[in-house]
């Protein structure tokens, strides 16, 4: 039924303003605003929608994931602008924040609505 169509996702936020000035100039990423949301545009043309809402809950789950080819310099680049990168029990986490243990190597962090974000590395 849906083949021919384009998906998206989306999630929310509880403040616009401060979500496209860390989605615009702190990742980079091409942002539009239209509609009273913000439309943000993922390498390989992946839209995703960013809406605000009164009542946010953050995420307690990943909601973007980036690929990088090196983590170590994605942290650093993050860390440099701001960015704090989350700790999670269970989880042993270097002292940049990477997970090295199984898996592709992974960092958390936040975006200022509390929704959780990662980079990533595969081996």
Same mark, same amino acid.
């Given at each position: 039924?849906?083949? !021919?169509?384009?998906?998206f996702? %989306?999630?929310?936020?509880?403040?616009?303003?401060?979500?496209k000035? *860390?989605? %615009?100039e702190?990742l /980079?990423?091409?942002?539009?605003?239209?509609y /009273?949301m913000?439309?943000?545009?993922?390498? %390989?043309?992946? !839209?995703?929608? #960013?809406? =605000?809402?009164d009542?946010?809950?953050?995420?307690? *789950?990943?909601?973007?994931?980036? =690929?990088?080819?090196?983590i170590?310099?994605?942290?650093?680049a993050? #860390?440099?602008r701001?960015?704090?990168?989350?700790?999670?029990? %269970? *989880?042993?986490?270097?002292?940049? /924040?990477? *997970?090295?243990?199984e898996g592709?190597?992974?960092?958390?962090?936040?975006? =200022?609505? /509390?929704? #959780?974000?990662?980079?990533?590395?595969?081996?």
């Amino acid at each position: 039924m849906f083949t !021919d169509t384009k998906a998206f996702s %989306g999630f929310s936020v509880n403040d616009l303003e401060k979500a496209k000035e *860390f989605y %615009g100039e702190v990742l /980079g990423l091409r942002v539009t605003e239209e509609y /009273g949301m913000l439309t943000l545009r993922l390498a %390989g043309g992946t !839209d995703v929608l #960013v809406y =605000p809402k009164d009542d946010h809950t953050p995420a307690s *789950f990943t909601i973007l994931n980036f =690929p990088v080819d090196d983590i170590d310099r994605a942290v650093d680049a993050l #860390v440099e602008r701001g960015v704090a990168m989350e700790r999670y029990e %269970g *989880f042993p986490q270097d002292e940049k /924040g990477v *997970f090295r243990e199984e898996g592709p190597y992974i960092a958390w962090f936040k975006d =200022p609505a /509390g929704n #959780v974000l990662s980079v990533l590395q595969e081996r």
